[in-house]
């Protein structure tokens, strides 16, 4: 089941489903190696949130997290 | 390979060791930024390889070449041999982090679409295999069809056999393998190469496919780059591309970036292969911490306190023994020299701006050193992460942590380093509120005034007063940035928000020889550029202090009896006259016309003050009575009322006006630059200025009846 | 005043000082703005 980057919990593994963010954005998660289909482990969770995906960490707003669907790994 | 020198281009994510490689090939110094799209300067040098003398540039980061930012725009229009101030490259070296293969060779797979020789060099293999990754360098040449060279650039492991590399490429057959776009994609992309880059554009060969997709996967040109002539026929053509595309069920802003990430992986497979199960790693462990909720403000506080308490407390025996030298070296000197004109002004003008400007290098050095050991080892990157909440709430953006801590260093690498905020509004608001952080150039004067005045109570053992005044007054800094920039978010319309995105490198024990010769370099910018400044300014100043000429006559005639000769001739001065002339403007904050004086000449910059201080109060020195400024501050009384002219009012109330008024003409003309308009540097100076004497009118005031 | 050799260099000293201020923060800075004119970055954040 599909549901907003946000509401995953820290340690838990995903899945990238489907960005709906504005293309700009879009494009940078991309480039960031953050595509649809790619696994992903949330680090830490706060407000913003740090996502592992491969071997990449990215820090993203919560905002950008809200537009993000995952599902669980 | 060509026995002709090359132009060989360094090209990479940023956080890959691109600036460690460029410094293990050239031997030049450069600057190296562990924070994500802070490499904004190219750098250039020389290799020999081979008995051959090539060119070497570091190109700024970029994680793609669809630019975003100016930065990575020069970088791709480096590459595709369109960017008028650098040679086009004839090689390029693809930097890619080895412990993040895939990622990096996304840019890589984008470089050899353009058809350049390339040469694929895997750094940080020591840290891959740290974290138990396994790569096969000769699978990978062999799927990507180039030269892959594994390397450890900090270790300086590799360097031969990279040089080996270029040496033995063959140029004229740039052959690498290609991914294979889909058939929707292909269709798109000579949609646009047909209908519009080659019938309509100057676009260079070599960049066409590569502006094709960049073109389908961003909807349309908005900036003129290149001088389209008919953008009607353009636009057309690239809504007719993503049609097909999405027609197909795919969306037009991925399907190129899928298909990459999809070759990459083919590439990959086999060839690179991490060892058991994911473990947590040491920047796993550090991040926990770091950028925990609670743990991380305050650790980020802590880290701020104990870097400004060590450049007070380490620098000053450094400090008292530059002092020294320069006392006795304007006494030698004023002794040697026949008295006249030319020793007074060696000796008051020169030797004494001199001495005030090379006193603050050993500060200058550890602030630096502090500020690239942070960058070194990743930690920017998370303060950015920890202070976004709060940034956001006050109307900034996480990204403004970066500028604003550049800041510390000096205002102008910070504005230009807020090219990295996307969003306008969020921008000009962190350029506007600067300015507020304390620079280096701010830190003589604090100095000067804390050593003077403060007393250097101990305080929790560990602490001294003067170390927390002065962490103080970098808070006071932040403060009223905080608060400038929530009155200018109700000000400035919202707009649409960038939201906070950004890539977090692992943590590493940074190059000590690039942070040292990174330091050394900024020590050498402040002497060279402020320090020549400085000095001028000062042998002016010492004309406008000496002359004209008060007689012996005229002193004795008009004279108070408590008043020296020397304070007769200076408040008789151009200098003093027009001291005088402002004096009424500033009493009220407490500053008399010496401080006056100093005020106007460091609105040139803020370190001039001490060099103005220290000329003036050396104008009419005996022979061999030469003490400190900070003894001279102490000693000052004013002739009129018989009192220090420096209380501890006065020191507070001029930390104060240092702290917020605008008083660097270099960032108001960076301002200008950076933004485009007069509007906004005329903008920052009234209110800055505006904010500072009022700050300081009701610090004196308050201290003063307290 | 008189003019001795200490007072002609101290005078020349001065002379090349204004000079070079002159340069550094009239001249340098005009002619800068005339080159860069044609690129700068607007509000949309996109370099024109």
Known sequence: MMHPLNTSKEGENIVVRCLNCNCDDTGRLNELGCVEGANGRILSKQKNIILQVGETRLAIAEDLAKSILVSPA | ?????????????????????????????????????????????????????????DLPGAYSLNYKKLDERIAYETLIGSYEHEEVPDLVLVIADASNLDRNLYLA???????????????????????????????????????????????????ETLK????????????????????????????????????????????????????????????????????????????????????????????????????ISDCTSGASSQ?????????????????????????????????????????????????????????????????????????????????????????????????????????????????????????????????????????????????????????????????????????????????????????????????????????????MAVAAAAVMKKIFPTGQQTPFIMELPSYKIPTWAVVFQNTAERGKVFVTEAGKIIVAISIVLWFLASFPKAGTEQYEAEASSTETIESFQLRHSFAGKFGKLIEPAIEPIGFDWKIGISLLTSFAAREVMVGTLNTIYSIGEEDGDHVTLKEKLINDINPETGKPVYS??????????????????????????????????????????????????????????? | MELDLQTIVAFGILLVVVAYLANRFVIKPFRKSKVEQGHHCGPDCKCM
């Not at chain 2, 960049?214 to 636009?235: A, C, H, M, T």
């Not at chain 2, 301002?671 to 700050?695: D, G, H, Q």
């Open chain 2, 1 to 57: 390979m060509s026995s002709e020198p090359l132009t060989i281009a360094l090209v990479g994510n940023p956080n890959t060791g691109k600036s460690t490689i460029f410094n293990a090939l050239t031997g030049l110094r450069q600057k190296i930024a562990n924070y994500p799209g802070i490499t904004v300067e190219r750098k250039a040098g020389t290799t020999i390889i081979g008995g051959v003398l090539h060119k070497i540039i």
């Open chain 2, 109 to 159: 797979t984008q470089v050899m679409d353009l058809n350049m020789p390339v040469v694929l060099v895997l750094n940080m293999m020591d840290i891959a295999e740290q974290n138990g990754i396994t790569i096969n360098a000769e699978k990978i040449s062999k799927a990507l069809g180039i030269p892959v060279v594994p390397i450890s650039a900090k270790n300086k492991e590799g360097i």
């Open chain 2, 164 to 263: 080996k590399a270029i040496q033995d490429l063959d140029l004229t057959k740039p052959d690498p393998l290609k991914w294979v776009p889909s058939k929707a994609l292909n269709k798109a992309i000579e949609t646009v190469l047909d209908e519009w880059i080659e019938p309509y554009t100057q676009v260079p060969e070599r960049a066409r496919y590569i502006e094709a997709l960049r073109l389908i996967s961003e909807g349309e040109f908005n900036d003129p780059f290149y001088k389209f002539e008919q953008p009607g026929v353009g636009k057309k053509a690239i809504a007719k591309a993503r049609k097909n595309i999405e027609d197909e069920g795919a969306n037009p802003v991925a399907l190129e970036v899928l298909q990459r990430y999809n070759f």
């Open chain 2, 275 to 479: 060892n058991g199960q994911q473990k947590r790693t040491l920047t796993d462990k550090i991040d926990a911490v770091v950028t925990h909720k609670v743990a991380g403000p305050a650790i980020f506080a802590l880290i701020l306190l104990f870097m400004f308490q060590a450049i007070f407390s380490w620098a000053t025996p450094f400090m008292d023994m530059i002092d020294l030298f320069f006392v006795e070296g304007g006494n030698w000197i004023a002794n040697t020299l026949p008295p006249g004109m030319l020793n007074d002004l060696l000796v008051e003008g020169v030797i004494a701006g001199l001495g005030g400007v090379v006193i603050f290098i050993p500060q200058i050095l550890f602030l630096f050193f502090f500020i690239y050991i942070l960058e070194g080892t990743g930690y920017m990157a998370r303060a950015a992460f920890v202070m976004d909440g709060f940034m956001t709430k006050v109307g900034l953006h996480g990204r403004s942590v970066v500028p604003l801590m550049s800041g510390f260093a000096c205002a102008i690498p910070g504005i230009m380093a807020a090219r990295t905020i996307e969003n306008w509004r969020d921008r000009i608001i962190t350029i506007m509120v600067l300015p507020f952080m304390a620079c280096s150039a701010r830190l003589p004067v604090y100095a000067l005034l804390i050593a003077a005045f403060i007393p250097a109570t101990t305080v929790l053992g560990v602490f001294t007063l003067q170390g927390i005044t002065f962490f103080g007054l970098y808070i006071f800094g932040i403060v």
């Open chain 2, 648 to 706: 501890i009012a006065t020191a507070i109330s001029l930390m104060i006006f240092f702290a917020l008024a605008m008083q660097c003409m270099s960032t108001i003309a960076i301002v200008k630059r950076e933004t485009n308009s007069w509007k906004w540097p005329v903008a920052m100076f009234s209110y800055m200025t505006a904010l500072a004497y009022i700050c300081s009118f009701i610090a004196f005031q308050l201290i003063s009846s307290w």
